[in-house]
């Protein structure tokens, strides 16, 4: 009796971290916590248009860049070998996320691949491999947003590329605001 009472607590706890997982847009995230270091400040309007230097397998890099009605992109690439992407990004009150979306992470996705919201920021954990993948959200309602971004465990400012003019950070912990 004692075993199957073992086995079913087993089994609800299974339950219950599928149904968590289910909840999130592209399955379980590995969530970073976000630097407790002072992000770098960058103006908001840095982050108009898409660069027209970026390219799927392209070098090892972020991209982020926002359109004219308010839809941002943040996109991974890689040349030929895997790199791994980490990052959070935190909406400041009022300010709302929504809208989460992954590109090039469905169908043919990677088990290690994941992307969600986490206490209303969004969390990112994936590899990119010779090829180009991201997300896409709508930010309201808010005037500034905090991105933590790391690539192989590391934060290289020098690889995160912002908006049309391919503005780069001072760190990769870092805020967009008007």
């Not at 995230?29 to 660069?51: C, E, F, H, K, Y």
């Not at 890689?78 to 090039?104: D, M, N, Y």
């Not at 709508?138 to 500034?144: D, I, L, P, Q």
Request: with cysteine; hydrophobic share 35%.
């Amino acid at each position: 009796m004692k075993n199957r009472t073992i086995d079913a607590l087993r089994w609800f706890v299974i339950a219950v971290a599928i149904a968590t997982c289910s909840l999130l847009v592209s399955g379980c995230v590995n969530a970073i916590q976000m630097s407790g270091s002072t992000p770098a400040q960058l103006n908001l309007s840095v982050a108009d248009g898409r660069s027209p230097k970026l390219h799927s397998g392209d070098k090892f890099a972020y991209w982020l860049w926002r359109d004219s009605d308010d839809t941002w992109h943040l996109r991974t690439t890689t040349a030929r070998k895997a790199h791994h992407f980490q990052g959070r990004i935190h909406p400041i009150p009022p300010g709302r996320i929504s809208e989460l979306a992954g590109v090039s992470l469905e169908g043919g996705r990677r088990r290690a691949d994941g992307l969600g919201m986490v206490d209303g920021d969004i969390a990112l954990d994936f590899t990119t491999k010779g090829d180009e993948d991201g997300l896409d959200f709508k930010f309201s309602r808010g005037e500034c947003l905090e991105l933590d971004l790391r690539i192989d465990g590391d934060g290289d400012p020098g690889k995160i590329f912002i908006g049309q003019k391919q503005t780069r950070p001072g760190s990769s912990h870092f805020m967009l605001c008007p």
